[in-house]
C-alpha cells in the first residue's frame, strides 16, 4: 500500500511527495511506535456546489507549479476539463467557460 501510495504523489511534486511518504513510512515503522496507540482523524467538508466550481478554478494555477514536466502537467489538467452540459448555459459566465459559442454570441 505504501509503494502504491508513494507513486501517486497528490497536490505536491513529485519528489516532496516522495520523500514526505518515505519519511511518514519510516517513523510509523519504527520502534517509537511500535507499541503507540494511533487514531485516525479526518475532516468532511460540506460545499454548495457553485462554490466549489470556483474554489476548484481558483486551485487550477497551481497545476502549473506543481507539474514537474509537461506531461505531468497535460495529465493532471485533462483530468479538470469541465463538458459541456447538454443544455445551453443562461449566463454569460457559464456559457464562456463552457465554449458555447453560440450562447454568447446571443446573448452579446
Avoid at 14 to 43: N, T
Avoid at 72 to 82: F, G, K
Amino acid at each position: 500500500v505504501w509503494d502504491q501510495y508513494e507513486r501517486a504523489p497528490k497536490g505536491q511534486a513529485a519528489e516532496l511527495w516522495g520523500r514526505s511518504v518515505r519519511a511518514a513510512r519510516a517513523y510509523l515503522g519504527s520502534g517509537l511506535m511500535a507499541k503507540q496507540e494511533v487514531r485516525i482523524m479526518g475532516e468532511v467538508q460540506l460545499m454548495l456546489p457553485k462554490f466549489m466550481e470556483i474554489r476548484h478554478r481558483m486551485h487550477e494555477p497551481y497545476k502549473g507549479y506543481r507539474a514537474e514536466t509537461a506531461v505531468q502537467l497535460w495529465e493532471d489538467y485533462v483530468q479538470t476539463i469541465p463538458t459541456a452540459p447538454e443544455v445551453p448555459q443562461t449566463n454569460l459566465f457559464d456559457a464562456c467557460y463552457y465554449g458555447q459559442l453560440s450562447v454568447v454570441l446571443d446573448m452579446l
